[in-house]
């Protein structure tokens, strides 16, 4: 089964109503990237296109690439690699998740939803997850599971930025401001690619640090975008009640669920800054929904062991 199509598919945008908003007269829309597809949703259905078209066309039978225990591009992969006829291998973040493997499935739904799809798992140490883009690592995977087509970590390069431009078409033409949240930089480089000059791009990163600019700048010669680097709530994947509190609310009255590592925030991000008078009178955002709802089972996990309020699903 072929998932990918040459044509670009549109995704809906729909509109969020707020007291917030009417008092400020700032108009929101949300870019549903996340119903794309079931298993395959949002910016990793992007990323993901041209790069398997690619592996495809050059003859590979087997994908490999990166990510942590709840990676949505881990889950992603393995589900587009089994409907385009590929084998997928994901190099896993922790070594100490292979000991007991069966264990480990059991208690984590983003690898077992990944194994359904039969991904195959190496599990590796911290210390050697940080030499994934070295060529000696590459070479000694290439070793051990024969030749394929390597994807990065976050599925961020060239290709995914060419599908990531997909994002954006004619009819957000009217937007006076695109945001999206920021992982490794690639779904907001094909965004700024995609925009009008007289849109701005605003990315909220999920992490803390600044090695994004380099990294975007890497795949854009544009200039209209900045980063909001406040609403990371203490870095990857930390969550506080505030944040679950407003997660939950807007789910409730608008009708769409949020991730709590990226689209969770960002739109934390955008109704903090309506609230604090930061966009002028009738500017019109569109906040691109990334996906990544597959991990809020994970997070619920987590936040049991805390006994913190849970995500609504």
Same mark, same amino acid.
């Given at each position: ?28 829309? +949300?870019?549903?990237?996340? $119903?794309?597809?079931?298993? +395959? ?16 066309? $050059? ?31 994901? +190099? ?6 292979g ?10 739904d ?19 997850y ?34 990531c431009?997909?994002?954006i ?8 401001? +695109? ?47 900045? $980063? ?7 870095g990857?994947g ?14 409730d ?13 960002? $739109?934390?991000g ?44």
């Amino acid at each position: 089964m072929h998932i990918f199509s040459s044509e670009t598919i549109p995704s809906k945008n729909q509109s969020v109503t707020d007291p917030i908003l009417e008092a400020s007269e700032v108009f929101l829309d +949300v870019k549903r990237e996340d $119903l794309l597809h079931q298993q +395959v949703s949002g910016n990793k259905f992007r990323k993901l296109k041209y790069n398997l078209i690619e592996a495809k066309k $050059l003859g590979y039978k087997r994908v490999l690439t990166f990510g942590g225990a709840y990676s949505n591009h881990i889950a992603a992969t393995a589900a587009a690699g089994k409907m385009m006829g590929l084998s997928t291998i994901g +190099v896993i973040r922790g070594d100490e998740l292979g000991i007991d493997i069966s264990k480990t499935l059991l208690e984590n739904d983003t690898l077992r939803f990944a194994s359904k799809n039969d991904m195959r798992f190496k599990f590796v140490s911290r210390t050697q997850y940080r030499e994934k883009t070295a060529s000696e690592f590459l070479h000694q995977l290439k070793e051990e599971f024969g030749s394929f087509y390597h994807i990065p970590e976050g599925g961020t390069n060239a290709l995914a930025i060419k599908g990531c431009q997909e994002i954006i078409t004619s009819i957000d033409d009217t937007y006076d401001i +695109v945001c999206c949240a920021v992982g490794t930089g690639g779904t907001i480089s094909g965004l700024i690619n995609s925009t009008k000059d007289h849109q701005k791009v605003l990315g909220f990163p999920a992490l803390k640090g600044n090695f994004l600019d380099e990294a975007i700048n890497a795949y854009t010669s544009k200039t209209n975008w900045n $980063l909001v680097c406040d609403y990371h709530f203490g870095g990857y994947g930390k969550v506080n009640q505030e944040l679950i509190a407003f997660i939950n609310s807007f789910k409730d009255e608008q009708q769409i669920p949020l991730d709590p590592v990226y689209t969770g925030k960002m $739109l934390f991000g955008i109704f903090d800054m309506v609230k604090k008078g930061v966009f002028p009178k009738n500017t019109r955002i569109l906040a691109v929904h990334t996906g990544g709802l597959q991990g809020i089972a994970g997070m619920n996990k987590k936040l049991m062991k805390k006994k913190l309020p849970l995500i609504t699903i």
